[in-house]
């Protein structure tokens, strides 16, 4: 487990001794800027306790683990080769775009082409005390809807209000991933990587 500061020990050890953990490992890949080569930058393995906010995490899991669906019909929503969503460097890290189609196509009367029905990332009520405050910390959209995820790069307590924490990234290789990440030169309009990063595959370790 990695600490940024001392203050922030007793979230993170919170974190830890939760009854429920579920972990995994996201591959990631960055390509350079004309998509010419790549460089794998490693993985990083992340946990999330359930007990912090179980209906945030509960999507979450399914998320990663390529099983979120929204019909028994639909294809699932997957985290892998999602992309950055954006970069505010030493604030947060946001990943979970997707890019693989989900849901399925329907037809509708007046078009003359199915139309794609995506997966749609359900809404929730959950809510805990934990706060933004170390480097390593996994939060998800605060009432739910949304795909995105975030890691801090540093502590950033105003992230509390529209996020909520629900895990950590586990060990220093992954803290260096992180960083890595959080150095990604990004375009003034919206913060996005100018390199193309993808989450390659995740791989669950825990059922």
Known sequence: MVQSEAASSTLLLNLTKMDQQDVAVAYVVVYNRVDVGQERLGHYTISWATDAAPDSCDTFSQLARGTLVSDPDDVPATLERSTAVRVLKGREVQLGALTVPNGQLRLVSGKT????????????????????????????????GS??????????????????????????????????????????????????????????LSS
């Open 113 to 144: 082409r199915p139309q794609r029905f995506s997966v749609v990332p359900p809404r929730n009520k959950d809510t805990n005390t934990l706060s933004h405050d170390a480097a390593g910390l996994l939060s998800v959209r605060r009432g739910g």
């Open 147 to 204: 795909f995105s995820f975030l890691l801090t790069p540093d502590a950033n307590p105003a992230l509390d209000r529209e996020w909520i924490v629900i895990g950590q990234v586990l060990d220093n290789e992954s803290m260096q991933i992180l960083a890595r990440l959080n150095s990604l030169p990004t375009n003034n309009y919206d913060q996005t990587p100018l390199a193309k990063m993808k989450i390659e595959r995740v791989v669950p």
